[in-house]
């Protein structure tokens, strides 16, 4: 459970920084900060609980 909170930590914060960015430079700026924010962390997450599954776990050490 530790891995899928830190794989999820991971891409959180690097989707949250390009979103943030996006945002920055005006773009996509009808969107509401909290929308992305919560969106970034359930994207996180998701990807943290893809990377536990043993077929993905696999092409990933090769």
């Known amino acids: 459970m530790k891995k899928i ?3 999820a930590t ?3 914060v690097l989707h949250f920084f390009h979103d943030a960015i ?3 430079i005006g773009r996509y700026t009808e969107i509401h900060f909290m929308i992305i924010l919560s969106a ?3 994207f996180g997450i998701l990807l943290g ?4 599954i043993d077929s ?3 092409w990933l050490s090769h």
């Open 10 to 12: 991971l891409f959180s």
């Open 49 to 52: 609980l893809v990377v536990r």
């Open 56 to 58: 993905v776990k696999k």
């Open 40 to 42: 970034t962390i359930i």
């Open 22 to 24: 996006l945002v920055a």
């Open 5 to 7: 909170f830190t794989i």
